[in-house]
């Protein structure tokens, strides 16, 4: 059983940085898609930035391009979003996912396993 756990939520300022981390644990296969979804109040979740751990390919929501950055430290198994220039639309509950079928584009159905999320807030 995949179990996610993220961390590195918090409030700040418009034009500032936060970085997500999503500590992964239970992997039985050589690759996964893992990717990064957030979900504001009233809105529908959408994927935000996700990443194939077997070929390595990264993939974006056009919303973030050029701001975030995913990333993985295949050691440690613990995935990143690097988030810069945020806006106060990023503002929403970011959650980690985890699944063996199409990386992107970002479908909920398609990741099995989900952490618990962590809030991020961008105040203007």
């Known amino acids: 059983q995949v179990q996610l756990v993220e961390s590195g939520g918090g409030s700040v300022q418009a034009g500032g940085s936060l970085r997500l981390s999503c500590a992964a644990s239970?992997?039985?296969?050589?690759?996964?898609?893992m990717a990064w979804f957030r979900q504001a109040p009233g809105k529908e979740r959408e994927g935000v930035a996700g990443?194939?751990?077997?070929?390595?390919?990264?993939y974006y929501a056009d919303s973030v391009k050029g701001r975030f950055t995913i990333s993985r430290d295949s050691a440690k198994n613990t995935l990143y979003l690097q988030m810069n220039s945020l806006k106060p639309e990023d503002t929403a509950m970011y959650y980690c996912?985890?699944?063996?079928?199409?990386?992107?584009?970002?479908?909920?159905?398609?990741?099995?396993?989900w952490g618990q999320g962590t809030q991020v807030t961008v105040s203007s």
């Open positions: 239970g992997y039985t296969g050589r690759r996964y898609c």
């Open positions: 996912a985890a699944g063996t079928r199409y990386c992107y584009p970002f479908v909920s159905a398609n990741y099995n396993y």
């Open positions: 990443i194939d751990t077997g070929v390595g390919n990264t």
